[in-house]
């Protein structure tokens, strides 16, 4: 468990380093619920958007213990942005997920698959923003529907 947790911390100090311009770069905190064993989780994304409406963002969710089980989620999505007023944006999201899954009973297992899904951001002051995506990950033999929300500051 704990080379997945350098590999995510890796992964989001790495994005640290690109140089942005104000606006398009952030970091979120986010609550996460997973509908395959309702489980419910906590984590962080960074965003980079190299060029006007494409983004990067990079995260790593912990879900909680639920019915004897809790995951390792990392994920590498791409939003492409679509402003639809001054405060308000929609974004399509695809991406790659890795997903840890760790029972009290029997051995940890890995699966690796896809994210396809929508999100949403309104502006609440000029840096702060709330989010929410919705987005169904497609795994070997395993299959969910993912819901966020999160808060995120903007550079």
Same mark, same amino acid.
């Given at each position: 468990m704990k080379k997945y947790i350098f590999l995510a911390i890796m992964a /989001?100090?790495? @994005? *640290?380093? $690109? %140089?942005?311009e104000q606006g398009e770069f952030s970091? !979120?905190?986010?609550?996460a619920y997973a509908t395959k064993h309702s489980m419910a989780g906590l984590g962080a994304q960074v965003q980079y958007e190299p060029i006007t409406? *494409? %983004?990067?963002a990079p995260e790593f969710i912990y879900y909680f213990k639920t019915d004897g089980l809790s995951a390792i989620n990392l994920n590498l999505n791409v939003?492409?942005? /679509?402003? @639809?007023?001054? !405060?308000? !944006? /929609?974004?399509?999201l695809a991406g790659f997920s890795f997903a840890h899954f760790m029972p009290?009973?029997?051995?940890d297992v890995d699966r690796c698959g896809a994210n396809v899904g *929508?999100?949403?951001?309104?502006?609440?002051?000029?840096? $702060?923003?709330?989010?929410t995506?919705? %987005?169904?990950? /497609?795994m070997k033999n395993f299959n969910q529907s993912v819901t966020l929300l999160g808060m995120k500051y903007a550079f």
């Open positions: /989001i100090v790495s @994005t *640290l380093g $690109l %140089r942005a970091v !979120a905190g986010q609550f409406n *494409l %983004r990067l939003h492409y942005v /679509i402003p @639809t007023s001054s !405060a308000f !944006a /929609i974004y399509p009290e009973i029997g051995h *929508l999100g949403a951001q309104y502006r609440i002051k000029e840096h $702060l923003y709330f989010f995506e919705e %987005r169904f990950q /497609i």
